[in-house]
């Protein structure tokens, strides 16, 4: 093999290495979508019944959005949750979306509103969706009616007035569990107390991410065991 030749070759190799491995036609960038789909007719119906919810009941109700309520029932569901205390019931939105995991677990709600009509349709829809028996709902100000909850917290979740987080997590935070969470919704700069996030993201016996950061905000924190 002549010079020439070995230099020609030597160049060939050099311009595919840089060039790198062969590139496949362009990818089109894709949506990423999931819609819930009923295991059974029970988990049908409660869906249904949220469905219904979101399209004629969500206005001025402070619900939280379907995708942070899909995953509260990952989250109750996947981590075996038994005891799941709520701050904020409302119409009962997020809590029927809980209670979608707890029909499973085993386990029961128990939600606080301080607002009676809210607490009123809260009671109707989760009738409706037939999970009355997995929820009971505490009427008042639930920093006064929270002191008298007794028992093992496997997860928190608040979504009511964001001044009264850390009061709430002060009161809970002794209850949960180890491994249990606390999850707390509109965790936005506009929204967020200053005063729970240095709480949630200082303490090291408590381990604190946050997801959805764009949109409605939801903390999750860990107790750690």
Not at 77 to 96: F, H, N, P, R
């Amino acid at each position: 093999m002549n010079r020439m030749l070995i230099a020609m070759l030597t160049l060939s190799v050099s311009a595919a290495i840089a060039q790198g491995p062969p590139r496949g036609p362009r990818r089109e960038p894709v949506t990423i979508t999931s819609a819930p789909v009923a295991k059974d007719a029970a988990e049908e119906k409660i869906l249904g019944v949220l469905d219904d919810m979101d399209k004629t009941q969500r206005r001025g109700s402070l619900s939280v959005p379907v995708e942070d309520g899909r995953i509260l029932r990952l989250l109750v569901e996947s981590m075996g949750a038994k005891t799941v205390v709520e701050l904020g019931t409302s119409i009962g939105y997020s809590g029927t979306w809980m209670c979608l995991g707890l029909r499973k677990t085993g386990g029961h709600l128990t939600t606080y509103e301080i607002d009676p009509e809210r607490a009123a349709k809260a009671r109707a829809n989760f009738q409706r969706a037939g999970v009355e028996k997995l929820v009971t709902i505490v009427e008042g100000d639930a920093h006064e009616t929270l002191k008298k909850f007794k028992g093992t917290i496997d997860l928190v979740f608040l979504d009511a007035d964001k001044e009264g987080y850390l009061d709430y997590l002060n009161t809970l935070l002794p209850m949960v569990r180890p491994g249990g969470l606390i999850v707390a919704h509109n965790m936005t700069p506009r929204m967020a107390d200053p005063n729970y996030l240095k709480a949630v993201t200082t303490n090291p016996d408590l381990e604190t991410v946050f997801i959805n950061k764009e949109a409605s905000g939801v903390g999750l924190t860990l107790k750690k065991r």
